[in-house]
């Protein structure tokens, strides 16, 4: 028997169990299948919340089926697992949508991808999470409320006290509406790309704090078919990662090396703000994601950026550019825990073990990194995380091991914006050269970024 499944939640069950049963990333996967699919845009969007929403809620969700089923959550079926949660999300979180479709359609799933006995389970477990007396979360589990495992909800607390570590998960949880953009201005102009979008019925407005930045409604529909985009007029980026090329202020012909650049979107801005007028040497150990860096490059029409591999922890190709460089960026692989809204799966991933492994590597990126810097040049350092250890700890670290102390941190208040430097913390601290930028307080992404200079010679 053909039965007619919900294409939308079909498509968002299908991404859930590759990310949650086959550890896919949650925002590439879901370009690659909801792109593919002929989704409406409004498809596109209910599928996405599903998936987003699920995978951010996670632990709470699992708590409340545990409630429900007579055995344990672990020994479903993957697919019947995955239908379960997404079907708990919709009753808890969907208000929009009826708790009859949430169940029965969930159920429509259960049968067309298995079988009609794990229907039946799904079909009981939902309804009993459908009633009036279905179960609550307890409201001593913070950290289950906010969608964190016990281990990232103490860090958060450690580094930032419980009600900050309470405004910052919950920060997390909030659905992006609107997707930010950074406009070519080597191309165009904001103005512009606001009519193009206009003309294409996208609802657009300025960003909060860098002019190149708009902020879209996309409501479903996908960038890449946007007119704008095609024409390398726009790329997708938050305003917290454009600020790294502010606080750079790379000039034009300046020599320029970007580490662990791809998917190149630092890269790419910086070309911009130089007016595409200098050297880029664009490097990452992946060939693979260095492709994208040009395949970004390409599409902007910018020519000063040149692609090469190479592992920003070993030394061995750093011979011939020793002290070399205006500007070296050193975005270095991090936690990522700022980026928990648009990028979920890292709630799921991100261990203690994980951080501590991380940490060694990223200070020896930097070391690598002031090499390459000329007398008198900027090293700007950057994660998207919100991680102290990570952050200001591990610049401090890297000026406790010069033996002869060359480089030192230098003010980037010129470089921020009005709008930003309202916010005591980040003034106090962006005179100090460094900036940690918090979701539930700046609305961008966790980020931290700070600007160093190189002695010049005596």
């Known amino acids: 028997m053909t039965v007619d499944v919900d294409e939308a939640r079909l498509a968002a069950v299908r ?46 969700l699992d708590y409340l089926l545990e409630r429900v089923l007579d055995r344990p959550l672990h020994k479903l079926d993957p697919a019947i697992r995955t239908i379960l949660r997404a079907g708990a999300w919709q009753l808890y979180h969907a208000h929009a949508v009826p708790p009859s479709a949430a169940v029965n359609e969930s159920v429509k799933l259960a049968q067309h991808l298995t079988n009609p006995g794990a229907a039946k ?34 860090y958060l607390k450690k580094w930032y006290g419980r009600e900050e570590a309470i405004a910052l998960a919950t920060a997390a949880l909030e659905n992006l509406a609107t997707t930010t953009v950074r406009v070519n201005l080597c191309r165009t102009t904001g103005r512009r790309v606001q009519e193009s979008l206009t003309r294409e019925g996208v609802e657009s407005e300025p960003g909060l704090f860098c002019p190149e930045a708009l902020r879209l409604d996309l409501n479903g529909r996908s960038i890449r078919s946007l007119a704008a985009f095609q024409e390398g007029q726009i790329t997708a ?30 890269t790419t801005h910086v070309a911009e703000t130089m007016n595409d007028q200098g050297q880029i040497l664009a490097l990452d150990r992946s060939a693979s994601r260095l ?23 070993a030394t061995d190709w750093t011979h011939d550019l020793i002290g070399q460089a205006d500007l070296v960026l050193a975005d270095v692989p991090c936690s990522g825990l700022g980026l928990l809204a648009r990028k979920p799966e890292i709630r799921l991933t991100m ?16 070391l690598n990194a002031a090499t390459l810097v000329r007398p008198g040049g900027i090293l700007v350092y950057s994660t998207c995380t919100i991680n102290p250890d990570e952050n200001i700890h591990q610049v401090e670290q890297f000026l406790a091991a010069q033996k002869d102390p060359s480089f030192q941190l230098e003010t980037i ?39 160093l200079r190189r002695r010049p010679s005596d």
């Open 351 to 366: 261990t203690h073990e994980k951080i501590t492994r991380l940490i060694p590597l990223q200070l020896q990126i930097l």
């Open 413 to 451: 208040t010129p470089y921020l914006p009005d709008a930003l430097l309202k916010d005591p913390e980040i003034m106090q601290s962006a005179a100090s050269g460094w900036i940690q930028l918090l979701p539930h307080r700046h609305h961008t992404d966790g980020f931290f970024m700070a600007r």
């Open 237 to 266: 980026q938050d305003e917290a990662a454009m600020l790294v090329a502010h606080i750079a202020d790379p000039k034009p012909g300046w020599r320029v090396i970007d580490l662990c650049a791809a998917p190149g979107g630092k």
């Open 121 to 154: 389970l799904v079909n009981a477990c939902l309804r009993r999470l459908a009633a009036s007396d279905r179960p609550e979360l307890p409201a001593n589990r913070p950290a289950l409320a906010a969608g964190l495992p016990g281990e990232l909800f103490g």
């Open 291 to 313: 492709a994208l860096v040009d395949e970004q490059a390409a599409r902007l029409g910018l020519n000063a950026i040149r692609t090469a591999e190479a592992d920003a922890t």
């Open 15 to 60: 991404i859930l169990k590759d990310v949650l049963e086959q550890g896919a990333y949650a925002n590439l996967s879901s370009i690659r299948q909801l792109e593919s699919r002929s989704l409406t845009a409004r498809d596109r969007a209910f599928a996405s919340a599903i998936i987003y929403g699920t995978i951010s809620r996670l632990p709470a």
